[in-house]
């Protein structure tokens, strides 16, 4: 079994979880099966899918190399933190234990404070029951976006581990979480003001080719420009 054979991952473009865990991937120099899952369509609310992940989220990702692939892996924080460790070059975590944690820290900042707030599901909620029209579901958007890549700005800038990089200088599960709300906030053509330090790491980010194949526009399904 190659390693390629070994994964599965089920997808969609547009997820900004999604693009972590292709990030991952691609610094690891893995390329899983993929297989897309579309969400517009409302196939992550199928019974197909629901068997593998009863919350309907995006991604999933079996593995067919560890004996455990009845078992699927969700939660794109832990699926980075798996390929971290079976695939160890080159390392997304520090190697101290105090920058470790102030590097899921970060990441916990993005992906777990801030980016659920802004997921199909709430969008749903609060368009069918909670009242939202486009135009007040567009200000909760950009409330959140705003919230969350400012307060990431202050840490940036009034931290001292704070490098090339959300923390020193090679990119870190920080930096993949960072550059997948930023992915996923150009989709919806949002901008956040007074955030130079945070679109600095994601120019950095940028530079490297893990990070520009992982970009939503170059998914399947995307949108044709």
Excluded at 44 to 65: S, T, V
Excluded at 130 to 158: K, P, S
Excluded at 219 to 224: D, E, F, H, K, T
Aim: proline share 7%; with cysteine.
């Amino acid at each position: 079994m190659t390693v390629t054979e070994r994964f599965e991952l089920y997808s969609f473009w547009r997820t900004s979880a999604t693009y972590r865990v292709r990030v991952a991937f691609n610094l690891k120099g893995i390329s899983p099966q993929e297989h897309n899952v579309n969400i517009d369509a409302g196939e992550h609310r199928g019974d197909a899918f629901l068997r593998i992940n009863p919350m309907g989220a995006i991604p999933a990702l079996l593995d067919h190399g560890s004996g455990q692939s009845r078992t699927p892996l969700t939660q794109s924080l832990a699926i980075l933190e798996f390929l971290d460790e079976s695939f160890p070059t080159p390392p997304l975590l520090p190697s101290d234990t105090h920058s470790r944690a102030r590097v899921r820290s970060l990441a916990a900042m993005l992906a777990a404070d801030t980016h659920p707030l802004i997921t199909p599901r709430v969008k749903k909620y609060l368009t069918t029951t909670g009242g939202f029209d486009d135009a007040a579901w567009r200000a909760w958007q950009i409330h959140w976006f705003t919230a969350g890549l400012q307060a990431l700005e202050q840490r940036l800038v009034n931290e001292p581990g704070t490098g090339t990089f959300c923390h020193g200088d090679t990119p870190t599960i920080a930096d993949i979480c960072l550059a997948s709300l930023i992915a996923v906030m150009r989709v919806f053509k949002i901008e956040v003001p007074d955030i130079p330090t945070v679109l600095r790491v994601m120019a950095a980010c940028e530079q490297l080719d893990a990070f520009v194949q992982a970009d939503p526009s170059r998914q399947a399904g995307a949108p044709q420009a």
